[in-house]
């Protein structure tokens, strides 16, 4: 009270703790009234038991466009924010900004995952609307973490960490996620987190490994060069896949690193291999958003001595559709430097025929899902078919994935399918079992090994 009157005789206590409590940008309370209002609610609830829910709300791409069109544009969206949720949430419910983008509502009246989930919905669709800013109009996207008192904490402190936990799994899984908090998820949390760990300790000490699994040429089996895949067997955890590693490390954000050793990996082993031979490497959907990926790639190869012309790029299509303007500008880096681009898996994801249009590709892998079922099935025959005679019309190169019988290789040569890959032809072995290969079947390792000798 009174240092309140000395230092600042025109301010009541009450501005002052009222200042205390608020976030100056916004008008809405900050972390001490978020705190303050959960222990009160939590005191009332701890003689009647009913829970209650807070929700983290955090927006996605807030930081580029903070970046992009400066810290008043941010601002201004900030305080829209703070307007949608204040007019959306319901009766009793509070919303304070936490930090940064970052708000959080506390909704005394919100029991159950069923009502959460139903109210971050919600939530998602109203902040997803189009942010006007005077000259522009920007998206953007929120993701959403809930947490319920008293199972997913007692204390303010602990509940506030649960919430995190379930907003962190929504961001991880990418844009406009919705998680409630449960003991499963913290597990679920833990065990990537774990694996995370794992696998960055597995990149330093270089224990990630490349195989190489051939690609023919289907009228003669003739190997024409081989698809890089990446194997790690971790000493606690065993095989793991890189259907799963790989996925982690774009999540947690080091497939740059891990790619790009294994990139230097399969690259060094491609330089002991006859010269017509190209080596096909898997590119990550995060790598095409990412500008420094040309650049990353180019210098690779660089300090390898790896001709880029003897490099294949493999892309999904659900990797060029997410940004499309950067993964086009990366494409073209890629393709001016003489690197040829493959569209992997096709046939599975959202395709689109304009893709082919849009995009430059040289080849297309025709997924295993319609080859393992072209001897069987008649519809996946007419579709092979008919993908043959597109690449043929449009110039692409195309091979079948998957192959495992001579049987399908027989029905694949008829079609007029160019190339081919499947456990048939080989398996993906490493690179002391690829150079062993090539020396017992390669017509021109003789030359090779007297060039080098
Ligand atoms: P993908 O690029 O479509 O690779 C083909 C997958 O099919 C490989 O699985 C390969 O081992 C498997 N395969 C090949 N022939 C046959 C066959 O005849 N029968 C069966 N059942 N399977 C066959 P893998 O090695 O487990 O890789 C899975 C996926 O993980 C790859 O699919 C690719 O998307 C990703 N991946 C693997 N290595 C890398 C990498 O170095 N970087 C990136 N970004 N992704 C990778
Ligand atoms: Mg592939
Ligand atoms: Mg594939």
């Not at 509070?94 to 919100?110: M, S």
């Not at 079922?373 to 994935?401: H, Y």
Request: glycine fraction near 8%; charge should be negative.
């Amino acid at each position: 009270m009174r240092r309140a009157e000395t230092n600042l005789p025109s301010v009541s206590q009450n501005d002052l703790q009222a200042m205390a409590y608020t976030d100056q940008l916004t008008g809405l309370g900050n972390r001490y009234r978020l705190r303050d209002k959960i222990r009160s609610l939590a005191a009332e609830r701890a003689s009647d038991p009913a829970p209650f829910t807070i929700a983290l709300a955090n927006l996605d791409g807030f930081k580029p466009i903070n970046d992009l069109f400066g810290t008043a544009a941010g601002d201004e969206i900030l305080c829209q924010v703070a307007h949608r949720l204040k007019a959306c949430i319901p009766d009793g419910a509070i919303v304070t900004r936490h930090d940064g983008d970052e708000f959080a509502i506390i909704l005394p009246l919100v029991f159950e995952r069923v009502g959460a989930e139903r109210l971050g919905q919600m939530i998602k669709d109203v902040l997803s609307a189009p942010y006007d800013l005077g000259d522009r109009n920007v998206r953007l996207s929120a993701s959403i973490g809930f947490a319920i008192y008293p199972f997913a904490g007692s204390e303010f402190d602990e509940l506030m960490k649960s919430a995190e936990t379930a907003l962190y799994r929504s961001k991880r899984r990418g844009r406009g996620q919705i998680t409630v908090y449960s003991k499963e998820i913290a597990q679920e949390m833990r065990r990537a987190t774990q694996l995370e760990q794992a696998l960055r300790n597995a990149i330093i000490a270089d224990a990630v490994d490349v195989y190489f699994q051939p690609i023919v040429r289907i009228d003669d089996g003739r190997v024409l060069g081989f698809e890089a895949l990446a194997r790690w067997i971790d000493p606690d955890l065993g095989f793991v896949s890189p259907a799963v590693f790989v996925p982690l490390a774009e999540e947690r954000g080091f497939i740059d690193l891990l790619s790009e050793a294994l990139l230097r990996k399969a690259a060094e082993a491609t330089m002991a291999w006859p010269r017509d031979l190209f080596l096909s490497f898997n590119l990550s959907s995060a790598q095409l958003m990412d500008p420094r990926t040309a650049l990353n790639i180019l210098a690779i190869l660089n300090a390898v001595g790896f001709d880029p012309r003897r490099l294949e790029l493999e892309i999904t299509e659900t990797a060029v559709m997410t940004s499309a303007d950067t993964a086009q500008r990366i494409i073209g880096e890629l393709r001016a430097a003489g690197i040829g681009i493959s569209l992997d898996d096709f046939g599975t994801g959202q395709s689109s025929l304009g893709r082919l249009r849009d995009f430059a590709f040289d080849k297309v892998k025709i997924d295993r899902a319609f080859v393992s079922a072209i001897t069987t099935d008649r519809t996946s025959e007419q579709i092979i078919k008919a993908i043959i005679s597109m690449c043929d019309g449009l110039n692409l190169a195309v091979v079948a994935e998957g192959i495992e019988t001579a049987a399908e290789a027989d029905k694949l040569r008829v079609l007029g399918c160019g190339m081919g890959q499947g456990y048939y032809y080989g398996k993906p072995v490493d690179a002391a079992a690829t150079l062993r290969y090539l020396q017992q079947n390669h017509h021109e390792f003789a030359l090779v090994e007297r060039a080098t000798a």
